[in-house]
């Protein structure tokens, strides 16, 4: 008895200490892709979610695609930033962002092999606090 009282008072601590989810920095984290074999003419659609206290998001995202290096000497490629679509700001912001890409804007580096690709995304907001780094599941990309 004495041994499951503790223990309930242990639970109910732990569960009362929630830490909040908005943060002064931007938080982003991957949540999915629609699919991880991307072939000619399809488009690619990474999902991620993103929670800021302040509100103040900038504009835009910073996104690398990262290929395991080519035969040829190419590895990565920069897609320095990806707009972001107009939302309202305020306190306490939590949403989800949509980054979409045809084949042809990631078609693979290492000609005539397939690619394998993951991307690197970071938010910023406008007091310059930048999110962690959400990485994305590994994507073939198909010659």
Sequence with gaps: MRNTILFSIILLFLFSCNKNKFT?????KY???NTKELHRGQTLQITLSFTDAEGDLTDRIFIE???????AGNGSFIDSTHKLPPFPSGKNQAGDILITYNYNDVNPLCAPRN?????????????????????????VIFN
């Design 31 to 33: 949540k999915s892709v």
């Design 24 to 28: 002064t920095a931007p938080q982003l």
């Design 115 to 139: 690619d394998t690709a993951i991307f690197k995304f970071v938010l910023r907001d406008k007091a310059q606090n930048k999110s962690d780094t959400a990485v994305s599941d590994p994507i």
């Design 65 to 71: 695609k990262i290929v395991k290096p080519c035969p």
